[in-house]
């Protein structure tokens, strides 16, 4: 079944404790992206990838890091998470001729 | 820049009644838009895109270039439609991935 897989579904942690939060799509696309999801404030792009090794940072990529080793992974990284990054995290992937993206189920992150 | 803007956030109609969510963007270029809908407690799901110009689970949309508008409608909602709905834009030489979203229109049909 062709998907996008997010792990893991709920976390809650500390401030400043390192996490990632791991995106595998096996639809062989070539683009790859993370959101986040608040309320009011809809879907912002947070860092995207239009191929392996290439990366790029969407609307709101502060206090995030990502990597794109492999086609099939794109891992979302929060080096020292605070509050205000708990929200609904999505991850997408998507072929280059627009057919739209295919979202993962999303990570719902608390950091306390 | 480009921007999607979605009036209602909440939307709520009775079963039967045709339902019209609106979207508007503003983009210098020639857009590309999307419907996604989030039913409860799952993932977003793509539900058309002007381009293919169909109709999905009864819903339209179309471009309107001259009032940028995007709207989404339906002659007759079902209980079953009540979800998020997120109007998106993405350049059309863009290929999807600067993809912007609306901040989202819920909408609640009570039987």
């Known amino acids: 079944e062709a998907q996008v897989t997010q792990n893991p579904r709920y976390l809650i942690t500390v401030t400043g404790k390192k996490l990632t939060v791991t995106c595998s799509q096996n639809?062989?696309?070539?683009?790859m992206s993370w959101y986040r999801q608040d309320p009011g404030l809809g879907l912002r792009q947070i860092y995207y990838?239009?191929?392996?090794?290439?990366?790029d940072k969407g609307d709101v990529p502060e206090g995030y890091k990502v990597s794109r080793k492999e086609k099939r992974n794109f891992p979302l990284i929060l080096e020292s998470p605070s509050p205000n990054q708990t929200s609904l995290y999505f991850c997408?992937?998507?072929?280059?001729?627009?057919?739209?993206?295919?979202f993962g189920s999303g990570t719902r992150l608390t950091v306390v | 820049a480009q921007r999607v803007t979605q009036p209602e956030k909440l939307l709520s109609v009775f079963k039967g009644a045709p339902v019209e969510l609106k979207c508007n963007y503003s983009?210098?270029?020639?857009?590309?838009l999307f419907w996604y809908v989030q039913y409860s407690r799952q993932r977003l799901q793509l539900l058309l895109r002007?381009?293919s110009r169909e109709s999905i689970k009864g819903f339209t949309a179309d471009l309107n270039k001259g009032e940028t508008s995007f709207h989404l409608k339906k002659p007759f909602a079902q209980e079953e439609d009540s979800a998020m709905y997120y109007c998106?834009?993405?350049?059309?030489?863009?290929?999807?991935?600067?993809?912007?979203f609306g901040g989202g229109t819920r909408l609640m049909v009570k039987p």
């Open positions: 990838s239009m191929n392996v090794e290439v990366t």
């Open positions: 998106a834009l993405s350049p059309y030489n863009n290929a999807g991935n600067m993809l912007t």
């Open positions: 639809m062989n696309h070539e683009y």
């Open positions: 002007h381009i």
């Open positions: 983009y210098s270029g020639s857009p590309e």
């Open positions: 997408a992937s998507s072929s280059p001729d627009r057919h739209g993206y295919t």
